[in-house]
């Protein structure tokens, strides 16, 4: 193959006559670089991943840090370092059942290497799971949908063109809806739409557009949209306020759709956006096909349903927000106070609705599993008679 790519032949056409694949072409020319090919070492490497067969097990360096948070807390001398940790193992081998002690040295890495020294160095710890502000989502049990809207786009002539996107977070099912300018009865539409094609999820995430959350101006309102996942039993939730990560899957494909599609063709109607943005999406879900395949599951859509705007609310609307300076939260027009020690600090605010609970959990990123309640009171939401 590099004998060919090196007398004229085309990466490609080396490939397509040897049988093998562009890239592993591509790898074996990088490898000769501008040696003669009798010098070159053609041996294959050693296969796996990067931690070595002699490396220390996980299981032995949390066995390290549970041992110096035991010495931290109840060592009489005070000390916790890798010389106190090793001598900790040495003195109780049965209690701690390992065939061969740790050197000082190793010790020291492993702390080191888990960032658990007392040195100011940065520690880069891995990123939480997705979805991980919601315990169902994040354990991959039920999916979440994220809808937003892509407005601003103008064809040349003065035609206005607007964009309600959707994408699952497991499965990367996506689909945009492209009309000249979108109000709440035409989400409802779409989202009814889609969702009787593809079938409920458990959860569908929103920014805090007055399509979607309704009106900001008055208290306890909750918005046709929110009416509607209520009543499928899809629970809506709401990013907090300015905050980046939660929207991320569905801002990068706002971000996508508008570089596949509109950046790169010349359109004079909506027609003609329709019809490009459609071809995309085939060819997203054919590219995706498997992911969406392995994606948790979905509820069928109800054959004979039909949205009631009046229909007593029940079920649960989830807000994400971020506590104040004093650690209290701005939540359906009213001001919650939680704790004066978890300011500007993420929370989880569960809005119980069949029961007349509203229910505030903390939210770290650092400990994504984690979940602590702060406070549970009591909430009832006024029976509107108009939905907006």
Not at 74 to 83: D, H, K, N, P, V
Not at 114 to 124: P, T
Not at 126 to 133: A, E, H, L, N
Not at 170 to 199: I, M, P, Y
């Amino acid at each position: 193959m590099v004998s060919q790519v090196r007398r004229g032949v085309s990466l490609r056409g080396a490939a397509k006559a040897c049988g093998v694949s562009l890239r592993t072409v591509q790898v074996w020319v990088v490898r000769a670089g501008h040696e003669r090919l009798d010098r070159v070492d053609w041996s294959d490497r050693p296969r796996g991943g990067r931690r070595v067969a002699q490396a220390t097990s996980p299981a032995v360096e949390d066995l390290v840090l549970e041992v110096r948070r035991r010495l931290r807390s109840s060592s009489a001398l005070g000390e916790f370092g890798a010389a106190a940790i090793r001598q900790e193992l040495l003195a109780h081998p049965r209690k701690y059942r390992l065939q061969t002690i740790p050197a000082v040295r190793t010790i020291g890495r492993i702390l080191e290497r888990r960032g658990a020294l007392d040195g100011n160095r940065r520690v880069r710890r891995p990123p939480p799971p997705q979805g991980w502000y919601l315990p169902r989502v994040a354990g991959r049990k039920v999916e979440l949908d994220s809808g937003d809207l892509v407005e601003g786009l103008v064809i040349r002539g003065g035609q206005t063109v607007e964009v309600f996107n959707l994408i699952s977070l497991h499965g990367g099912l996506t689909n945009s809806f492209v009309k000249a300018c979108w109000t709440t009865d035409s989400v409802l539409k779409a989202l009814e739409q889609h969702w009787r094609a593809q079938g409920l999820p458990g959860y569908m995430q929103f920014d805090n557009d007055t399509v979607f959350q309704g009106p900001h101006q008055h208290a306890d309102i909750f918005g046709r949209v929110t009416r509607m996942c209520l009543q499928l039993g899809v629970t809506p939730v709401f990013a907090p306020p300015r905050e980046n990560g939660f929207q991320a899957s569905i801002e990068a494909y706002n971000g996508r759709w508008q570089q596949k599609v509109w950046q790169r063709f010349t359109f004079t109607s909506l027609r003609e956006v329709r019809q490009q943005s459609d071809r995309f999406l085939k060819a997203v879900h054919e590219r995706s096909a498997s992911r969406i395949q392995d994606a948790p599951h979905r509820r069928a859509f109800p054959r004979d349903w039909t949205f009631e705007a009046h229909q007593l609310l029940k079920g649960t609307v989830i807000y994400l927000r971020r506590t104040n300076d004093q650690g209290a939260v701005s939540l359906l027009g009213h001001t919650f106070p939680l704790e004066a020690t978890w300011p500007h600090r993420l929370v989880r605010c569960e809005v119980d609705l069949t029961h007349g609970k509203m229910t505030f959990f903390k939210l770290r990123r650092r400990e994504p599993h984690d979940h602590p309640k702060i406070k549970t009171i009591d909430y009832t939401a006024p029976n509107h008679r108009h939905a907006k």
